[in-house]
């Protein structure tokens, strides 16, 4: 892509791209929801079915919980950008490849030149290895600020992983109180008028 970016060319680009086997058992690539420009942006490992159905990311149960928790921070739309390492469901949900995610980093880098975010939560490991090129377990790094380039990353788990294991939710919480308090010192979001309190529910 030259000249100008335009992100009604990207998304093109993206549904077009039949770069690694991904494209040969997708039903729709998956690229994000939220704001194009956003000062927060969320990254995912890769579309499950209901997001493959729905050409949209994190709409199954594991996206109920993160919307709840956003929810209840007052963090809406209009602040962030939710997308995927890979724009193609894995089949089965396995865990994109090596080559699956090299294949997909030119429109990722793409896409984080459209959002130009001040902050980015990393959700799980896959999420983390493939953004920062380290190996660590996200349960050693999650809740811990990483500045790179000028710009500041909070690894957390993932919300499925919430999901299988209740326990989690409270680092996950505290890791987005964070992000939240971080965006609020950037002066990107107003202070919230109450502190909230941890949601018990999924959705």
Not at 107 to 122: D, E, G, M, S, Y
Request: charged residues 25%; glycine residues 8%.
């Amino acid at each position: 892509m030259s000249g100008k970016l335009i992100w009604s060319d990207f998304i093109e680009t993206c549904k077009a791209c039949t770069d690694c086997g991904l494209a040969a058992t997708r039903r729709n690539v998956v690229i994000y929801r939220g704001s194009v420009r956003a000062p927060l942006m969320i990254v995912g490992e890769g579309p499950g079915e209901q997001e493959d159905e729905t050409g949209i990311p994190f709409v199954g149960a594991a996206g109920k919980l993160l919307d709840l928790l956003l929810d209840a921070f007052g963090i809406s739309s209009e602040y962030y950008h939710i997308c995927n390492i890979v724009k193609c469901r894995p089949p089965g949900n396995r865990v994109p490849s090596p080559e699956e995610s090299t294949a997909c980093r030119k429109h990722f880098a793409t896409q984080f030149r459209f959002v130009k975010p001040a902050v980015i939560l990393l959700l799980g490991s896959t999420a983390y290895k493939n953004f920062t090129g380290s190996d660590e377990g996200i349960t050693k790094v999650r809740g811990k600020w990483i500045e790179k380039n000028g710009y500041l990353i909070m690894p957390t788990v993932h919300p499925a992983y919430v999901l299988r294991n209740n326990n989690a939710r409270a680092d996950m919480w505290n890791d987005l109180e964070m992000v939240r308090s971080k965006l609020e010192e950037l002066g990107v979001i107003e202070p919230l008028e109450t502190t909230p309190a941890m949601p018990s529910g999924r959705r």
